[in-house]
């Protein structure tokens, strides 16, 4: 975590139970991580998009929650990262944990007939969100919330892992794909939080553009967030083959992967 040696700036002390790696109010009085801030927008603005597509493909509504939910995340992480504000940690961290339930809802109802509802599944999840809320808001402890989070992780690997091993094999490009980003995030994020003397000292000694490489923390929300985008993206093929539509990846500008499809014709 980051030594308490940093500047005030507008949001005031700190009052999160969390204050990353990232020199405080380094570059602007108003934002108190800034790289840690802006590099939100890469789990922010492609799920927008993603879910006026998913509207107007007519997906169902649990797909247009997903590219929804990872938004919020975005935003909640923004707001925590540029005031490191309790209120605003929360607003980032908890909807983590609700966002990974509908992932999971999505993982495990991929193989069930069109606008179906598992009630109990969906009802097992809001539990443990209500749960995981409530001891979060009581003891207030940083580790108890990534380990919940930890486990929700784990379940979507799991559950992956089975669909690209015995079900539809030709998306373990998609599937690892995804799970690889994700885990060089984590990688970075343990780094990050390890080793941050080091990290700092070291950056003191680089130019200014290329420290932004050091920021390690700002790496893991740009890889996590597409890693997460790009599960989305591996539950929604997955949905959409079982369901018999012709989905195919392509790439926005040569760049940003997108899912098009449509359904089968009948002769």
Known sequence: MAPAADRQGYWGPPTSTLDWCEENYALTRYIAEFWNTVSNLIM????????????????????IASYLALTVVGMGSWCFHM?????MQLLDELPMIYSCCI????????FKVKNSVNYHLLFTLVLFSLIVTTIYLKVKEPIFHQIMYGILVFTLVLRSIYIVTWVYPWLKGLGYTSLGIFLLG?????????FCDSLRNFRKKLPPVMSVITQFHAWWHILT????YLHILFSLYTRTL??????KVKFLFGIWPVILFEPLRKH
Request: hydrophobic letters at 40%; glycine letters at 10%; a neutral charge.
């Open 83 to 87: 005031t490191l504000k309790y209120e």
């Open 103 to 110: 992932f999971v809802y999505c993982m495990f109802e991929c």
């Open 44 to 63: 922010i603005i492609p799920p927008i998009f993603g879910a006026i597509q998913g509207v107007r493909d007519g997906l169902e509504t649990r797909y």
């Open 242 to 247: 079982y369901l018999r539509y012709r989905p």
């Open 186 to 194: 984590f990688l970075l994020w343990n780094i990050d939080n390890i």
């Open 225 to 228: 967030g597409l890693g997460s």
